[in-house]
């Protein structure tokens, strides 16, 4: 293997860490790739905005790749983008994912019809350790999405540090947001050039899910 990777890419805390992981690893990264809604303006994860992706990969230094897609197609849409990265010579494939079986699985299976290989640098660590790690490294990460029936909509905007960390642990929720309670978008780094300046829109409410919908300024 060349050690050249995309990163299967959110925009949010866990996938950046795990980018942060692979590069430390001396693998090479090459390609972001996120899968946006049908209409191709924000993405289907996190919701955000295509703007703001585009934004971090440039701070990032690495090339953006999306795709629109529904649901329903958005596995084959997948495989088909990256069997296209392997034309490129990729051959690895590096998820945020921590200690969801089932999420590893679908990694891999997607991976291995494109002729890649999956890799998870944060599997199997202490959630909360990993979230500890990547606030002393110096990230700032923002909560984009608040399931309601674990968070309060009062906690959209907030960029995660120690002290909410404590709080959501007096709550009892995973601070971690890994039972989905919470979604992020990463504005700063060590791996960023500059950090991604965001506006805060009106909030809005789908379903048990409030979203603090973000604005790239300048954009």
């Known amino acids: 293997m060349n050690n050249n990777f995309f990163c299967s890419w959110s925009g949010g805390k866990d996938s950046c860490l795990a980018l942060y992981k692979a590069i430390?690893?001396?693998?090479?990264?090459?390609?972001l790739?996120?899968?946006?809604?049908?209409?191709?303006?924000?993405?289907?994860?996190?919701n955000l905005p295509f703007s703001v992706l585009k934004a971090q990969a440039k701070s990032l230094d690495i090339p953006l790749t999306t795709k629109r897609t529904s649901w329903d197609d958005y596995e084959e849409k997948f495989i088909e983008t990256i069997k296209e990265f392997k034309k490129?010579?990729?051959?690895?494939?590096?998820?945020?994912?921590?200690?969801?079986?089932e999420h590893r699985e679908w990694e891999e299976k997607v991976c291995s019809k494109a002729g890649l290989t999956a890799r998870l640098p944060l599997w199997e660590q202490a959630r909360?350790?990993?979230?500890?790690?990547?606030?002393?490294?110096?990230?700032?990460?923002?909560?984009?999405?608040?399931?309601?029936?674990?968070?309060?909509?009062?906690?959209?905007g907030k960029i995660i540090d120690k002290k909410l960390i404590k709080e959501f642990k007096d709550i009892g929720i995973d601070p971690s947001g890994?039972?989905?309670?919470?979604?992020?978008?990463?504005?700063?780094?060590?791996?960023?050039?500059?950090?991604?300046?965001?506006k805060k829109k009106a909030?809005?409410?789908?379903?048990?899910?409030?979203?603090q919908p973000v604005k790239l300024i300048n954009s």
């Open 203 to 211: 909030q809005l409410k789908h379903e048990n899910y409030w979203f």
């Open 88 to 101: 490129e010579g990729i051959d690895q494939g590096v998820f945020g994912d921590i200690d969801l079986k």
């Open 33 to 46: 790739l996120n899968m946006l809604n049908e209409e191709g303006d924000n993405s289907h994860s996190h």
């Open 128 to 156: 909360e350790d990993l979230l500890n790690e990547f606030i002393e490294l110096g990230f700032k990460t923002m909560i984009i999405v608040v399931n309601e029936d674990y968070l309060d909509k009062k906690y959209l």
């Open 178 to 198: 890994e039972n989905g309670e919470y979604h992020t978008v990463v504005i700063n780094g060590p791996i960023f050039n500059e950090r991604i300046q965001l």
């Open 24 to 31: 430390e690893a001396n693998l090479k990264p090459k390609r």
